[in-house]
């Protein structure tokens, strides 16, 4: 399974690069504004300076609703570097864009799938990855891991080659369930990925570790 990060932020990009388990980095233009990122060439600039930091897969995300904007600024994006994925949303004209950048060899990520026909659509598409998004199910009262459980299936049961990517993580939990459920991918927040790291007896053993090593060695 990869793990991408959910941020614009380099530091945090940087830190989980250096750990050496990042296999990408998601964006969109809430993340963009958090890091005070404005203006359409501050933004390209931006994307470049995250590619430069990570080995492949950096969604940029189009701003436009209709056919024409977003495959004009996918092919944009996609000019910036090789390790653009354009994120494009899920409605019909963004379907549309998605099959046409596709067919000029522009890898696409189909975002904001909340159901499995969404998925397929997208699937069909030719989208390189689709996000479903698990924690705004959840917060609806939705079951955001069946989602992700039936994608998987049908994505099986017919051979397409899109990857389930597993959005909006909350917790590490979410991510361990993605995994057991077969995701592709996940993107998530730096700390859910670090929180992976956390265990009392981990803690525990470790300290007992040092502490005799101390006592044999005064």
Known sequence: MKFFIDTANLSEIKEAYDLGVLDGVTTNPSLMAKEGITGQANILKHYKDICDLVDDNVSAEVISTDFETMVKEGKELAKIDDKIVVKIPMIKDGVKAIKALTDEGIRTNCTLIFNAGQAILAAKAGASFVSPFIGRLDDISSDGMALIEQIVLIYDNYGFE?????????????????????????????????????????????????????????
Request: hydrophobic share 40%; charged share 20%; aromatic share 4%.
């Open 162 to 218: 899109t990857e389930v990517l597993a959005a909006s993580l909350r917790h590490t939990m979410h991510l361990i369930q993605c995994a057991e459920a077969g995701a592709d991918v996940v993107t998530c927040p730096l700390n859910v990925i670090t929180g992976l790291l956390k265990h009392p007896l981990t803690d525990i053993g470790l300290e007992k570790f040092l502490a005799d090593y101390k006592k044999g060695n005064s």
